[in-house]
């Protein structure tokens, strides 16, 4: 049998998984349980186990895996080492060493969730054809990735790349999830959106179809493509807090292109016009002709991802 690579994707409630050809073309796809029970001890056998079955399954010798990767919500070194995953109940171990002796030696290589994820839009998704890229992932939280000459930037613990913690506002006083005030992912995750706009509803009597219902990131962007005038000063608030930070990160890491994904980012190109105009305005002119995307694979990035982290460049 032809050459294969598998790609893990764990998250708290399922694992995807796939298997693709060296080119990047996934032949099957597949999830299963994330049993968080016992302080997570039963994730990976569980994982290594899907994978050994699957190979039995589809009569994949050893010899044809050229290896495994995996992206896990937690910090993870260039050496496989992840530094805790509080909702997986994991401390300080080496996911690498583990999954290698479970898989009877296949090799394994391990990322952070969302530096994975970077990795898969670069190889095969918004950002292909490009090897110095930003991701950006707008969620409940605010991610991020940093591909510099095709390689994950990960930093000394694997911390590399939380755009979403950069400080942007001094006078907030409402605590970010990371326990400081004045995030990023404050203001530009699903959350932050609902936030600006409540803030911007209570502060006078102006007209408004987001008075009207529940407000969601979704309301205020479809408010925005429809003229509401008071959607409009949200989303350029959003893109103001988001084009300056991204504009900060430019200024380090010189990016070709940023990828914006996330649950937000179904708004489409409208959310880009609103981040491209703050982030010229205040990027080092070195980083101006940084190009936008929206990102493409959607959940599939992380398998996609954690397949091109074993195959390399």
């Known amino acids: 049998m032809s050459k294969v690579v598998f790609g893990v994707d764990l998250g708290g409630t399922t694992v995807k998984m796939g298997y693709f050809t060296p080119e990047g073309e996934v032949v099957e796809k597949w999830e299963i349980v994330t049993r968080k029970e016992d302080a997570g001890k039963h994730i990976l056998p569980d994982i290594c186990k899907s994978i ?6 589809k009569s994949i010798a050893k010899e044809d895996v050229i290896g495994v990767g995996i992206g896990v919500p937690g910090p993870v070194d260039g050496d496989g080492v992840i530094y805790k995953a509080a909702n997986l109940g994991w401390g300080v171990f080496s996911i690498k060493n583990q999954m290698e002796e479970l898989l009877g030696g296949i090799k394994v290589e391990a990322g952070n969730d969302a530096n994975v994820a970077a990795l898969g839009e670069m190889w095969r998704g918004g ?3 490009h090897k110095n890229m930003v991701a950006v992932t707008l969620g409940t939280g605010v991610g991020g990735g940093i591909i510099i ?3 994950i930037l990960t930093g000394s613990t694997g911390a ?3 755009i979403g913690h950069i400080h942007v506002e001094d006078a907030e006083t409402e605590v970010c999830g990371c326990g400081n005030c004045g995030c990023l992912e404050q203001y530009t995750s699903a959350t932050g959106v609902v936030r600006l706009t409540n803030r911007r509803l209570a502060k006078d009597d102006m007209a408004s179809v987001l008075r009207e219902g529940e407000i969601s990131a979704k309301t205020v962007f479809d408010a925005v493509k429809a003229g509401d005038k008071l959607a409009c000063e949200v989303a350029t608030q959003f893109g103001e807090y988001l084009g ?5 990160v430019a200024c380090v890491v010189n ?4 990828v914006i994904g996330g649950g937000v980012s179904k708004a489409g190109t409208v959310l880009l016009d609103y981040i491209k105009d703050h982030y010229t305005k205040h990027v080092f002119h070195g980083s101006r002709t940084a190009q936008f995307a929206l990102a493409t694979l959607g959940n599939d990035a992380g398998i996609f991802g954690a397949a091109k982290l074993v195959l390399g460049e």
């Open 52 to 57: 050994q079955e699957k190979m039995a399954e």
């Open 127 to 129: 950002g292909k054809g």
């Open 149 to 151: 000459d095709g390689k």
């Open 160 to 162: 590399g790349g939380e």
């Open 244 to 248: 300056k930070g991204l504009a900060a």
């Open 255 to 258: 990016p070709e292109v940023f």
